[in-house]
T-cell receptor, first 113, second 111 residues
Framework: DAGVIQSPRHEVTEMGQEVTLRCKPI?????LFWYRQTMMRGLELLIY????????DSGMPEDRFSAKMPNASFSTLKIQPSEPRDSAVYFC???????????FGDGTRLSIL | QKEVEQNSGPLSVPEGAIASLNCTYS??????FFWYRQYSGKSPELIMF????GDKEDGRFTAQLNKASQYVSLLIRDSQPSDSATYLC???????????FGKGTKLSVIP
């Protein structure tokens, strides 16, 4: 079975540009999570969806960040405008109903210059 | 705010020894506890989960949970150099679908 698929794997862009990160969860998984990982703050939950509906976005740092899940097989995390402090590894994870553990994608390493 | 604390390490152990990784959590209502392994430059990978007080064994790995002390640990027996990684403790609260992660403990197994 294919795991969680994220794209791009690496993104380097200049400050002020719009960045869009993409995620395809494991088929049949009802929950999708977006995380950000930095050395200073560790792995932080940004937002999660259940059945394509955002449930908790309290971890989204600012209005510059937005996330959507238009269908069960696709989600995006957008940063506009991007800033150097947004540089981090962004992970997407998914899980089934019923207490199953989360499975992570390979992440997107984002560098904002 | 729910917190999960881990010693950042690095924890160095010789090959063949037992590595002991510890984690404490602040939310007394937490119900599920997970250990993820993360190699440098890779994504977190689930290795163990535990729901009930006591020990749970899976091969060389043993997870231990003490809810009264709000403490969870991971023991790795017969440590191998391939076990060298950062180990993340994650906690799920009651009625919640999200995990709170610790910052991880870096383990180095010396050949």
């Amino acid at each position: 079975d294919a795991g969680v698929i994220q794209s791009p794997r690496h993104e380097v862009t200049e400050m002020g540009q719009e960045v869009t990160l993409r995620c395809k969860p494991i088929s049949g998984h009802d929950y999708l999570f977006w995380y950000r990982q930095t050395m200073m703050r560790g792995l932080e939950l940004l937002i999660y969806f259940n059945n394509n509906v955002p449930i908790d976005d309290s971890g989204m740092p600012e209005d510059r960040f937005s996330a959507k899940m238009p269908n069960a097989s696709f989600s995006t995390l957008k940063i506009q405008p991007s800033e150097p402090r947004d540089s981090a590894v962004y992970f997407c994870a998914s899980r089934e109903q019923g207490g199953q553990p989360q499975h992570f994608g390979d992440g997107t390493r984002l560098s904002i210059l | 705010q729910k917190e999960v604390e881990q010693n950042s390490g690095p924890l160095s152990v010789p090959e063949g020894a037992i590595a002991s990784l510890n984690c404490t959590y602040s939310d007394r209502g937490s119900q599920s506890f997970f250990w993820y392994r993360q190699y440098s430059g890779k994504s977190p990978e689930l290795i163990m989960f535990i729901y009930s007080n006591g020990d749970k064994e899976d091969g060389r790995f043993t997870a231990q949970l003490n809810k009264a002390s709000q403490y969870v640990s991971l023991l790795i027996r017969d440590s191998q150099p391939s076990d060298s990684a950062t180990y993340l403790c994650a906690v799920k609260g009651a009625g919640s679908y999200q995990l709170t992660f610790g910052k991880g403990t870096k383990l180095s197994v010396i050949p």
